[in-house]
């Protein structure tokens, strides 16, 4: 879609202006049950933004926060599952937060989908990026990972289908691997402005495992702080600094735990903030593959734990070694969409169609 460069910064301005409704419930509410400021803040520093965020939480991880005790924690705890039954969109009209069939079929409907910039790409995922899902790509080296990313950064700020207004974008590089300039090869293809798409983009570099995990408690103030305007969550790649950070069998168990406690971070801020979360991930030789007739024996890193966390997977690779920019890719797992395949290509506008 072709949008005049005046028309795309005008849109962003009274997007910014009028940002959509809250999805969420802000966790300052909480005061009309006994809660005090001092103890929310408490649950801010760590990125505790909402009512949900906080029924999202266990007892224990709250009561590692500084000056939070049981009781308080006890408290808190209450008065949110007090705020969640008094919402009937967030509880629903059965008690405890069930919900009938037809009420989630309904809340569904806020959900939105990020174009990848190609058409084939996007019926392959039913759309496009699902928001409240992570969906994961994984690949060998210049099989269109971080090319994929930088595309998304565009597409997610423009208005697509099913009223999808566009908004910002959150990257969180760990490979050193994101370059602006790309950006702005991407937006001459969509005519828009270089400048504006950039400003939509916050971008992070993320030096360890630890300071990965970090950064999120900041992304979730953020999408908190501006609430409806931020849309695409991206982290490039999920398991490079694990992989660096953990070492041998001996940390297997520990890298592991850890990967799985920010997987969870990352589920619960797509579902608590409606955003779309795409993450890369690495390949690995196989050593066990050559006892078996593994066709292949390369596989995505992270085993099980980042499998199943993956709302949908997508594997890419090159289609033949001759055609350098046309790539294969394949969804093998997703809720909602059979396996199938499509091809694409890579160009100086980011990812589009492959040509016949």
Same mark, same amino acid.
């Given at each position: 879609? *072709?949008?005049?460069?005046?028309?795309?910064?005008?849109?962003?301005?009274?997007?910014?202006?009028?940002?959509? !409704?809250?999805?969420?419930?802000?966790?300052?509410?909480?005061?009309?049950?006994?809660? &005090?400021?001092?103890?929310?803040?408490?649950?801010?520093?760590?990125?505790?933004?909402?009512?949900?965020?906080? #029924?999202?939480?266990?007892?224990?991880?709250?009561? &590692?926060?500084?000056?939070?005790?049981?009781?308080?924690?006890?408290?808190?705890?209450?008065?949110?599952?007090?705020?969640?039954?008094?919402?009937?969109?967030?509880?629903?009209?059965? @008690?405890?937060?069930?919900?009938?069939?037809?009420?989630?079929?309904?809340?569904?409907?806020?959900?939105?989908?990020?174009? @990848? $910039?190609?058409?084939?790409? =996007?019926?392959?995922? $039913?759309?496009?990026?699902?928001?409240?899902?992570?969906? !994961?790509?994984?690949?060998?080296?210049?099989?269109?990972?971080?090319?994929?990313?930088?595309?998304?950064?565009?597409?997610?700020?423009?208005?697509?289908?099913?009223?999808?207004?566009?908004?910002?974008?959150?990257?969180? =590089? @760990? !490979?050193?691997?994101?370059?602006?300039?790309?950006?702005?090869?991407?937006? =001459?293809?969509?005519?828009? =402005?270089?400048?504006?798409? %950039?400003? &939509?983009?916050?971008?992070?570099?993320?030096?360890?495992?630890?300071? #990965?995990?970090?950064? /999120?408690?900041?992304?979730?103030?953020?999408?908190?702080?501006?609430? $409806?305007?931020?849309?695409?969550?991206?982290?490039?790649?999920?398991?490079?600094?694990?992989?660096?950070?953990?070492?041998?069998?001996?940390?297997?168990?520990?890298?592991?735990?850890?990967?799985?406690?920010?997987?969870?971070?990352? #589920?619960?801020?797509?579902? !608590?903030?409606?955003?779309?979360?795409?993450?890369?991930?690495?390949?690995?030789?196989?050593?066990?593959? $050559?006892?078996?007739?593994?066709?292949?024996?390369?596989?995505?890193?992270?085993?099980?734990? %980042?499998?199943?966390?993956?709302?949908?997977?997508?594997?890419?690779?090159?289609? /033949?070694? *001759?055609?350098?920019?046309?790539?294969?890719?394949?969804?093998?797992?997703?809720?909602?969409?059979?396996? &199938?395949?499509? @091809?694409?290509?890579?160009?100086?506008?980011?990812?589009?169609?492959?040509?016949?």
């Amino acid at each position: 879609m *072709l949008l005049l460069n005046m028309d795309f910064k005008l849109r962003l301005f009274c997007h910014v202006l009028y940002p959509q !409704e809250s999805f969420f419930q802000d966790i300052d509410t909480l005061q009309k049950h006994g809660i &005090n400021m001092a103890d929310l803040k408490k649950l801010k520093s760590v990125g505790i933004c909402t009512v949900k965020g906080i #029924q999202m939480t266990t007892r224990r991880a709250l009561c &590692n926060i500084k000056g939070l005790s049981e009781a308080k924690v006890d408290k808190i705890k209450e008065a949110a599952g007090k705020m969640q039954t008094h919402n009937p969109v967030a509880a629903g009209h059965l @008690t405890k937060g069930f919900l009938t069939a037809f009420e989630y079929s309904a809340k569904r409907k806020q959900l939105f989908r990020v174009t @990848t $910039g190609s058409l084939e790409f =996007d019926k392959l995922l $039913g759309g496009g990026m699902e928001s409240m899902a992570i969906t !994961e790509a994984f690949g060998e080296f210049r099989t269109g990972k971080t090319q994929l990313s930088h595309t998304l950064c565009v597409t997610a700020q423009l208005p697509g289908e099913d009223g999808y207004t566009g908004g910002k974008v959150i990257f969180i =590089d @760990t !490979e050193n691997t994101f370059r602006p300039d790309r950006l702005k090869d991407i937006a =001459d293809r969509f005519n828009v =402005d270089h400048d504006a798409v %950039l400003d &939509n983009v916050l971008y992070a570099r993320a030096y360890t495992s630890e300071h #990965q995990m970090e950064l /999120l408690d900041f992304v979730a103030a953020k999408f908190h702080e501006e609430g $409806g305007i931020f849309k695409l969550l991206i982290i490039d790649s999920i398991m490079a600094l694990f992989r660096v950070d953990f070492s041998g069998r001996g940390e297997l168990a520990e890298r592991q735990q850890k990967l799985a406690q920010m997987l969870s971070r990352l #589920q619960k801020i797509s579902e !608590e903030y409606n955003i779309a979360v795409f993450v890369t991930n690495q390949m690995t030789a196989d050593p066990g593959a $050559g006892m078996s007739f593994q066709a292949d024996p390369k596989k995505p890193i992270g085993g099980h734990i %980042l499998a199943h966390a993956s709302t949908t997977r997508i594997s890419l690779r090159k289609d /033949l070694p *001759l055609l350098i920019d046309s790539l294969f890719s394949m969804v093998s797992c997703s809720p909602d969409m059979p396996e &199938n395949e499509a @091809t694409f290509a890579i160009t100086p506008g980011g990812i589009t169609d492959a040509k016949e």
